[in-house]
C-alpha cells in the first residue's frame, strides 16, 4: 500500500447515486468544501449511478418516478416531456448536469475495495488510491449485488440462469422458454416484454399482491417505513418493492387478457433441463430469469460494520442511515433508502447527523 497515493479528509461519500449526491449537496449547503472536508467516489464510468445500466426498453413511463435531487428538478433537464425517453439515458443527464451545477467532483470511476479503521480514522482502500477520512457516508445502493436464492441442482442446469440487471432486450429470448422468477415490479416488466416473443412460465415464492389506484407519497412513505422498523431491530431489510404490491396497470391488465400471469408457486429444485415441483410435475426450460431483487452492496464494509445475529445491521437516526454501534458509518440505500424517495430523506439526514457526530459545525440546521 506505500505505493498508493494517499489522500486524507473529513468525511468519504462512497457511491454518487440519489443518495450519495444528494448527501454532498446538503454537506456543501452546510459550507464544507470538496477536498479537505469531503470526497465523493463511484465506481461507475460517469455519471447516473445504477441507472445508467438499466434495460434500453426501461422508459419514463415504466418507471415508478423519478424523484428530483434537492435544489434541481428532474422536469428541467428534459428538453420535452416525452414520456418515451430511455431512463437509462435521461436520469444519467440529470444527475451530470446536477454534478456541473453545483460543483460536485466524483472520483471516478473508482472501486473502493475495503474499509477499515486504524486509529480512529477510515482507510479507504482501492486499486489506485488509499484515502481516509473521519467519517463514511455509504451509498452504493444495492445495484452491484444481486441475489440469486439456492436451489438444489442449479449446478446442472444446461440452459441459461440470468439476474435482472442482465437484462438488454426481450428479443435475446426469441426461440426460448423462459421461466421468470418473481413478483416485483421488474419481474413483471420482464415477464410482460418477454412473453411478446416467446413462451413463459412465471413462478412465485408468494401469491403476487395486486394494488389499484395510484402509487403515490402516501404509499411510498407507508412501504418504507415498514422497511425501516425492521432495521432499526437490527433485521435484514426487505425490498422496499416487496411491501407495495403491483399497480393494476393496463399493461398488466393486457397481461392477464393474455394469460400470461397465470402465475405458478416455486419449484423445488432445478434440474439439467428445467425445473421440478414437489408434487413431481416438471417444466422445460431454456433460460431461468431471477427477478429476485439485490442486497446491500457492503462488501468494503465488512471490517468495520458491526452485524447482529440476524445478519442485518442495527440501525439509527432520524431516517435509520446511522449505524447504531458505529455512528461514523452511514448507510443511505440500505434498507428504507433503497429507493428513490427514500434516499432523498436520506441524504441530508445522513449529512446533519454525520457531521454532529464528528463534531463539525454547520452554517445552519437542514
Known amino acids: 500500500m506505500a505505493d498508493k497515493i494517499r489522500y486524507k479528509t473529513k468525511i468519504a461519500i462512497i457511491g454518487a447515486g440519489q443518495a450519495g449526491l444528494s448527501a454532498a449537496y446538503h454537506l456543501k449547503k452546510q459550507g464544507l468544501s470538496i477536498g479537505p472536508d469531503f470526497i465523493?467516489?463511484?465506481?461507475?464510468?460517469?455519471?447516473?449511478?445504477?441507472?445508467q445500466f438499466r434495460w434500453p426498453s426501461l422508459t419514463l413511463s415504466t418507471v415508478n418516478r423519478i424523484h428530483d435531487l434537492p435544489g434541481m428538478s428532474f422536469e428541467e433537464t428534459l428538453d420535452t416531456g416525452n414520456k418515451t425517453v430511455q431512463a437509462s439515458k435521461a436520469v444519467p443527464h440529470y444527475y451530470e448536469l446536477y454534478e456541473q451545477k453545483f460543483g460536485i467532483r466524483v472520483y471516478r470511476p473508482l472501486k473502493v475495495e475495503s474499509v477499515y479503521l486504524h486509529k480512529e480514522r477510515f482507510y479507504i482502500d482501492s486499486s489506485e488510491r488509499l484515502f481516509s477520512a473521519l467519517g463514511i457516508i455509504n451509498a452504493t445502493g444495492t445495484w452491484e449485488n444481486p441475489y440469486i436464492p439456492e436451489y438444489p441442482g442449479a449446478n446442472l442446469f444446461i440452459g441459461e440462469q440470468l439476474h435482472t440487471r442482465d437484462f438488454k432486450t426481450a428479443d435475446y429470448?426469441?426461440?426460448?422458454?423462459?421461466?421468470?422468477?418473481?413478483?416485483?415490479?421488474?419481474?413483471?416488466?420482464l415477464l410482460d416484454q418477454i412473453s411478446k416473443v416467446t413462451t413463459t412460465t412465471w413462478v412465485t415464492r408468494r401469491p403476487p399482491e395486486f394494488r389499484e389506484g395510484p402509487f403515490d407519497d402516501v404509499a411510498g412513505h407507508k412501504a418504507v417505513a415498514m422497511v425501516e422498523e425492521r432495521v432499526r431491530n437490527g433485521l435484514p431489510p426487505l425490498s422496499v418493492v416487496s411491501v407495495t404490491g403491483l399497480p393494476l396497470s393496463?399493461?398488466?391488465?393486457d397481461m392477464k387478457n393474455r394469460g400470461v400471469l397465470e402465475r405458478f408457486p416455486m419449484f423445488s429444485e432445478i434440474t439439467r433441463n428445467g425445473v421440478k415441483w414437489d408434487d413431481g410435475r416438471e417444466e422445460k426450460a431454456d433460460v431461468i430469469l431471477w427477478n429476485t431483487g439485490f442486497r446491500g452492496a457492503l462488501q468494503h464494509l465488512e471490517p468495520?460494520?458491526?452485524?447482529?445475529?440476524?445478519?442485518?445491521?442495527?440501525?439509527?437516526?432520524?431516517?435509520?442511515?446511522?449505524?447504531?454501534?458505529?455512528?461514523?458509518?452511514?448507510?443511505?440505500?440500505y434498507g428504507p433508502s433503497a429507493s428513490t424517495i427514500g434516499a432523498n430523506r436520506a441524504g441530508p439526514a445522513a449529512a446533519r447527523e454525520l457531521m454532529a457526530t464528528l463534531g463539525l459545525a454547520g452554517n445552519r440546521e437542514l
Open 40 to 51: 465523493v467516489l463511484d465506481s461507475a464510468p460517469s455519471a447516473g449511478g445504477a441507472w
Open 173 to 189: 429470448f426469441k426461440n426460448k422458454h423462459v421461466i421468470v422468477v418473481g413478483a416485483g415490479i421488474s419481474a413483471i416488466q
Open 250 to 253: 393496463p399493461e398488466i391488465i
Open 304 to 333: 468495520v460494520l458491526p452485524r447482529e445475529e440476524s445478519g442485518g445491521i442495527m440501525m439509527a437516526g432520524r431516517f435509520a442511515t446511522m449505524v447504531a454501534k458505529e455512528p461514523r458509518v452511514h448507510l443511505p440505500g
